[in-house]
C-alpha cells in the first residue's frame, strides 16, 4: 500500500492496464485502491476491528484475482501492479493472491481470537510461504502470454513467442476512425478461438482501448506509432 501511495501514477497506468474500467475511473480507482489497503492493514492488528480488515482484504483480493484473470484469459502482459512494483502479472502473482485471499478468509474467521506474540511469528511464516509458493509458480510457467500491451514489433519478431502451441499468428491492424475496422471487430473475436489474434494500432491507446470496450473486444493489442 505505502509503495502504491508514493507513486500513485506508476500503479495508475498498471490499473489502466487491466482494461477493466473506463479510463476517467482509473486515478481514482487506484487511489482508492491504495487507501483501502492501509485501512485494511492496520484495522488486521486490534482484535476489535480486526474482522472489518479481512472483509476489506477479502474484497480487495478478490477484486484483484478477478482483474487478473481477465488479463490471463485475454492472453495479455501488463504490470501487475502488485506491492507498487513493475512485476509482470501472471500465474505467479494469480496464485500469490489466491493464497492471500485464503489467508484474509482465515483472519476474518479468527477475528475473535485474543492476540498473542506467536500470532505474529506464524502470520510472517505464512506470508513466506504464500511468497514461496507463487514464485515456484511463476518459474514452472513456461506458457507464453501473449504481447504486452504497447509493445512495438521489431522486423523478424518470433512469433513463437505469443503463439501458444500453434504456429500461427493473426495480426489485425485497427483503428477507431476505421469503418471497415470496426465491421470486423467480431469477425476477429470469432477467429481468435481458433487461431491466436493480436489486434496493432497506430492510435493512442487510450482511444484504442475505449474503442475495442464499447465493442466487447478483449483481444491483445499492442499500440504505437
Known amino acids: ?13 498498471a490499473v489502466a492496464g487491466y482494461q477493466v474500467l473506463p479510463s476517467g475511473w ?7 485502491v491504495a487507501g483501502a489497503e492501509l485501512v485494511s492493514a492496520v484495522l ?3 482484535p476489535p476491528v480486526r474482522l472489518w480488515g479481512a472483509v476489506l482484504a477479502v474484497v480487495l483480493f478478490s477484486a484483484f484475482l478477478t482483474g487478473m484473470g481477465v488479463v ?3 492472453g495479455t502482459r501488463v504490470a501487475c501492479g502488485c506491492f507498487g512494483a513493475q512485476e509482470e502479472g501472471g500465474t505467479g502473482s494469480l496464485t500469490r493472491t489466491a493464497l492471500l485471499l485464503v489467508l484474509a478468509v482465515v483472519a476474518g474467521f479468527g477475528a475473535g481470537t485474543p492476540f498473542e506474540p506467536g500470532q505474529l511469528l506464524v502470520a510472517a511464516l505464512l506470508v513466506v510461504v504464500v ?12 506458457t507464453p502470454s501473449g504481447p504486452v500491451l504497447g509493445s512495438r514489433f521489431e522486423i523478424g519478431t518470433d512469433v513463437s513467442a505469443f503463439a501458444g502451441s500453434g504456429d500461427r499468428v493473426l495480426f489485425a491492424f485497427v483503428s477507431p476512425l476505421c469503418g471497415a475496422c470496426r465491421a470486423m471487430l467480431p469477425e476477429f473475436r470469432a477467429t481468435a478461438d481458433r487461431v491466436p489474434v493480436v489486434l496493432v494500432s ?4 487510450v482511444a484504442v482501448r475505449e474503442h475495442l470496450a464499447e465493442h466487447g473486444v478483449d483481444l491483445p493489442a499492442v499500440t504505437g506509432p
Open 26 to 32: 482509473v486515478p481514482a480507482a487506484a487511489r482508492a
Open 202 to 205: 497506430s492510435a493512442d491507446e
Open 1 to 13: 500500500a505505502l509503495g502504491k501511495r508514493r507513486d500513485l501514477d506508476r500503479f495508475a497506468e
Open 72 to 74: 490471463l484469459r485475454r
Open 44 to 46: 488486521l492488528v486490534p
Open 131 to 142: 511468497f514461496g509458493v507463487a514464485a515456484l509458480v511463476s518459474r514452472r510457467d513456461g
